[in-house]
């Protein structure tokens, strides 16, 4: 069984069933089902379940341990240190790991593993995806108010309680789970796919109007003489694979055109249009999956821009997200004011070489980092004397003009002052 059929598992989430989300909602405007894996079909929903998923699980996931001054060293000793950094199970990196949960949040909802603890009973040794979709996950409160999971894992039925439940809720109303996506999205889903269907009958059929033939009022057609006709005047010229493009019509026949045009459809405005709507389900700019607006460029100067709103406004809370379920799921109680996870987001907020070197020089000079944080940041090895903290010294008080500033480091003897 693949990973990726973990998240979309059977039964497939139908936007008319009650269970898609706990609000029972009905089936689409255009009359077309999508489930999690028809929206994947769509090329839009596909890019921004795929960038969120990438971008979020490479960039760099620290488990720190905070110090009584309030500084944070990297906590390497701690068991979920490796399962974050490196690799949550036995068949999964770090990265699929992540990537899962990230791509079951923007699709259902909801994203679940499975806490495998070792002998101790307390030390968490492997996360262990489980499948997302509703028909696939039963969530419920017991007597006692604790939230229990139902569901089939490798042909076995468990029911297990919250402790046992790595569970990262997406967006939602403060329930027990988080709003599924495509159950949110079923109008604006089933729109995309009747115009991604109208599309593929429009090149079926060669780009070809549908047509009616009338026969002149005289002429009258038995069985024989309509398969006759529609051997000789239809077959050839139906489908994209059509071998006639032109035909002569006997006996006064004439052909009426009874289907809308795609120009007049504005077939290729809906499309992109469908789009964009899309990139608001997920908040995703749209340039960031290859789709510009009119007189947009891809590339330039405003992109940068549009990459920091998308930081802020669409991954942040994703990564808050994970952040805090790692805290409150994953962290012992006596644990949670000494350990945490964070996202490193320097990557996506990297500059170009100029602007760059600008920020380091800046910091450096101002002695909010030394010149070895500022070389570790551009992968660089560490020099000697570059631990120092040092600052411009240019503006110094007007009496302090001509005169020699103090040493810093007192003179041997014999020394030359």
Known sequence: MSWLSLWWRKPALKVQDPENSRRGLSRSYSGRDVGAEGAMNLAAWWACVRLNSQTVATLPCGFFERKADGSKVQATSHPLYALLHDSPNADQTAVEFLEGMVAAICTNGNAYARKEFGVDGKTIVALTPLPSAPGAMNVRRDDLGRLRYRYVYRGKTYDDTEDRIFHVRGFGDGGDLGL???????????????????????????????????????????????????????????????????????????????????????????????????????????VLIGHAAEGQTMWGS???????????????????????????????????????????????????????????????????????????????????????LTVQSNLVPLPMLGKQPPRAVQPAPGDPI
Request: charged share 25%.
């Open 180 to 286: 599924s996506p495509v159950a949110m999205a079923r109008q604006t889903l089933g729109l995309a796919d009747a115009i991604t269907a109208s599309a593929g009958s429009t090149f079926r059929n060669g780009m070809k109007a549908s047509v009616f033939f009338t026969a002149p009022p005289n002429v009258k057609m038995d069985a024989d003489s309509r398969k006759d006709f529609r051997k000789t005047f239809i077959e050839p010229y139906v489908g994209a694979e059509a071998e006639a493009s032109a035909g002569l019509l006997e006996h006064g026949f004439d052909v009426k055109t009874v289907s809308l045009p795609p120009k007049d459809a504005e077939m290729l405005l809906s499309w992109k249009f469908s789009v964009e709507e899309i990139c608001r389900w997920h908040g995703t700019p749209p």
């Open 302 to 388: 405003g992109i940068e821009q549009i990459m920091l709103g998308w930081l802020t406004l669409g991954l942040r809370p994703i990564m808050t997200r994970l952040e805090q379920a790692i805290k409150k799921r994953l962290l012992r109680p006596e644990e949670r004011l000494r350990y945490f996870a964070e996202f490193n987001v320097e990557g996506l907020l990297r500059a170009d070489s100029a602007g760059r070197a600008a920020m380091l020089s800046s910091l450096g000079q101002n002695g909010y980092i030394t010149r070895n944080e500022g070389r570790a940041l551009d992968n660089r090895p560490p020099m000697d004397g570059g631990d120092v």
